[in-house]
């Protein structure tokens, strides 16, 4: 099915610890970006790119690293993670203001 | 900057009650709207959008106006059902902004039979 695949779907690190997560999509989507989602607080913007070989920051972008080698793919590596990480990450891919989610990544930091 | 508030839940209701979700935003610009719906353990998905003032939105009973006047996009569904439980995210983008999309807080709706 045609879609945007997220793994892992859930997971658990130690403070200080390294991790990368997956993001692929095979609708042919120039832009991606990476939410975030707390309580309270809605969906909020770690980084995006508009096509291969370009990213940028969004609202939330310290701690965290993404590249776009391919248009499929996107990931997000958490460099040294933090408690305050904890998080449920969701990927997007968007075409004519037409977003499509994946069905995100539960991280605890221990 | 652009912003969305949406009114503050948890919102209760028995079915087949009326639905009001109240959204409020301020955007540079001309913004298209959205709600966006989730599910328990899912992503979200988009439910209904607006892109020019007096649009009405719909899907699945569900509707919203974009009112520019008021600065609103409030959600309404007449008889909610059970399967209707979920969080209702209100969200804008505006060709200030990209195509990044801001979101309000969400809205956790509960449907008891």
């Known amino acids: 099915n045609a879609g945007v695949t997220q793994t892992p779907k859930f997971q658990v690190l130690k403070t200080g610890q390294s991790m990368t997560l997956q993001c692929a999509q095979d609708?042919?989507?120039?832009?991606m970006s990476w939410y975030r989602q707390d309580p309270g607080m809605g969906l909020r913007l770690i980084h995006y790119?508009?096509?291969?070989?370009?990213?940028d920051q969004g609202e939330v972008p310290n701690g965290y690293n993404v590249s776009r080698s391919t248009t499929e793919d996107f990931p997000l590596r958490l460099l040294s993670a933090a408690p305050s990480q904890t998080s449920v990450y969701f990927c997007?891919?968007?075409?004519?203001?037409?977003?499509?989610f994946g069905s995100g990544t539960r991280l605890t930091v221990v | 900057g652009n912003s969305v508030t949406q009114m503050e839940g948890p919102v209760t209701l028995s079915e087949e009650a009326f639905l009001t979700i109240n959204c409020t935003y301020t955007a540079t610009g001309y913004p298209s709207l959205f709600w966006y719906v989730q599910y328990p353990g899912e992503g979200l998905q988009l439910l209904l959008k607006?892109?020019?003032?007096?649009d009405k939105g719909s899907n699945k009973g569900f509707e919203a106006t974009y009112r520019k006047e008021t600065t609103s996009f409030h959600l309404e569904k007449g008889s909610v059902q059970v399967s209707d439980s979920a969080v209702y995210f209100c969200a804008l983008t505006s060709e200030t902004s990209g195509s990044r999309l801001t979101f309000g807080e969400g809205t956790q709706l509960t449907v008891n039979p």
């Open positions: 997007a891919s968007m075409e004519n203001y037409g977003y499509t």
């Open positions: 609708m042919n989507h120039e832009y």
């Open positions: 607006a892109t020019k003032a007096d």
């Open positions: 790119s508009v096509g291969a070989g370009i990213t």
